[in-house]
């Protein structure tokens, strides 16, 4: 089964013949999905947005898990949203009302999801036209999918070209992200990341292995993201973690953004951390 | 340090294999739309079958999937606990039907016990 949508071809509509006869190229908008919940959808999101802003180009993210908005959370935008996704849609606000420009990356804007509404409140056609008038302004558009296969998976799906599907390693994100991918269809191009590896973990054969989820879901390797604590404090503060110049997290989530521009860089490959004592207290501490 | 010995003598298989063992057994039955319960009673039947010539361990048959290409191939691993004689004196003397239990306890020493049959 797959999804309908709104353009056939992704390569067809990806230019836009403006009225004055020049060429304006439309930006690339891109579902990032997951099936199961709490695997990092949201900080991938957050994060690989930074990166492509980082590198220069025009990045909108949408969050699209309405009644869950925590898109802002991520971005330490929560106390600038004064219009949502559904006041568009619903036209009580404007494109420009609505997009919150990032604190810290220039280029970057946020479009809210609604909290205090429900996935079901959002029109499909709409959500299409929605993310149409985005990839006119902007290169990219993210769209931060809920978990789950129905409605608001749908709808975040929707007018996307490509996705991104999320993944930890572990049976039941495999099996899920399998469901999704098979929900997809091939015109999606479906490509992967695997978010929250321990190394330790793998080399002790107690989780499933870049290889192991490779081997078994056969898409296009994005990149690995390490589970890596200084997420968790990032997140806390509300500053993406890409926005770091250096760390081998930041420059994965780096990595990333080069490979979705279409760069042939190669994937930094986890590796194991090896944490003298005093290290590991001091970075207790400064977390 | 009693850790690092206990993990360092313990000789448990690592659960990531576990783990790829389980996916890959869910994933074929997603794709393939068989229930748990299609797969369980494919078993029963397959051994039902083969005990008819052969007295075959029921507790130890495991019945799983793998992907050749394109196709999906269904793997059966029946442990054969002896090869049963023929026995010409009583006539029907043991009918398939017989309850399974007994038979499964009467495990015969000293046979080979894993003999993989495959079918597709």
């Known amino acids: 089964m797959h999804l309908l949508s709104q353009n056939g071809d992704p390569a067809e509509g990806n230019e836009r013949r403006a009225t004055t006869g020049e060429i304006t190229k439309l930006g690339r908008a891109i579902v990032v999905t997951s099936g199961k919940g709490g695997v990092g959808k949201t900080t991938t999101t957050a994060n690989l947005g930074t990166a492509l802003a980082r590198r220069g180009a025009r990045v909108a993210l949408v969050d699209a898990d309405i009644g869950l908005r925590n898109l802002d959370i991520l971005l330490g935008l929560e106390n600038r949203v004064t219009h949502h996704l559904l006041d568009v849609l619903e036209e009580s606000a404007t494109l420009d009302d609505a997009l919150i420009p990032d604190k810290h990356s220039e280029n970057l804007y946020l479009l809210a999801a609604a909290q205090s509404r429900e996935k079901e409140d959002v029109d499909t056609e709409k959500m299409c036209a929605l993310v149409a008038s985005l990839r006119e302004r902007f290169d990219y558009v993210l769209i931060d999918s809920p978990a789950g296969i129905e409605r608001g998976f749908r709808n975040a799906v929707a007018g996307a070209q490509e996705a991104i599907v999320v993944c930890t390693p572990e049976v039941s994100a495999v099996r899920d992200v399998d469901r999704v991918v098979g929900l997809l269809g091939n015109r999606f191009r479906p490509q992967l990341i695997i978010n929250r590896l321990r190394p330790q973990l793998v080399q002790k054969g107690k989780m499933l292995s870049v290889e192991d989820v490779d081997a078994i879901l056969r898409l296009p390797l994005l990149g690995v993201i390490a589970d890596e604590p200084q997420i968790i404090v990032t997140t806390n503060r509300g500053e993406p973690l890409a926005l770091r110049r250096d760390g081998a997290t930041a420059n994965a989530y780096h990595a990333i953004a080069a490979r979705v521009a279409g760069e042939n860089v190669a994937m930094p490959t986890v590796e194991l951390k090896k944490q003298s004592f005093l290290e590991r207290l001091l970075r207790g501490g400064r977390a | ?120």
Do not use: W
């Not at chain 2, 294999?17 to 494919?42: C, G, N, Q, W, Y």
């Not at chain 2, 029907?92 to 038979?103: N, W």
């Open chain 2, 1 to 120: 340090m009693i850790e690092f010995l206990r993990r360092f003598f313990s000789a448990a298989p690592p659960s990531a294999s576990a783990a790829k063992e389980r996916l890959r057994f869910v994933l074929m039955t997603d794709h393939l739309a068989l229930s748990p319960e299609i797969v369980e009673a494919m078993k029963r039947d397959l051994v039902d079958v083969i005990s008819r010539h052969v007295e075959v361990d029921r507790e130890k048959i495991e019945v799983t999937f793998e992907r050749q290409d394109r196709a999906v191939a269904l793997l059966a691993n029946i442990p054969i606990l002896s090869v049963r004689r023929p026995q010409p004196p009583e006539p029907p003397a043991a009918p398939p039907t017989r309850p399974r239990r007994k038979r499964t306890r009467r495990r015969a020493s000293g046979t080979s016990p894993t003999e993989p049959a495959a079918a597709t």
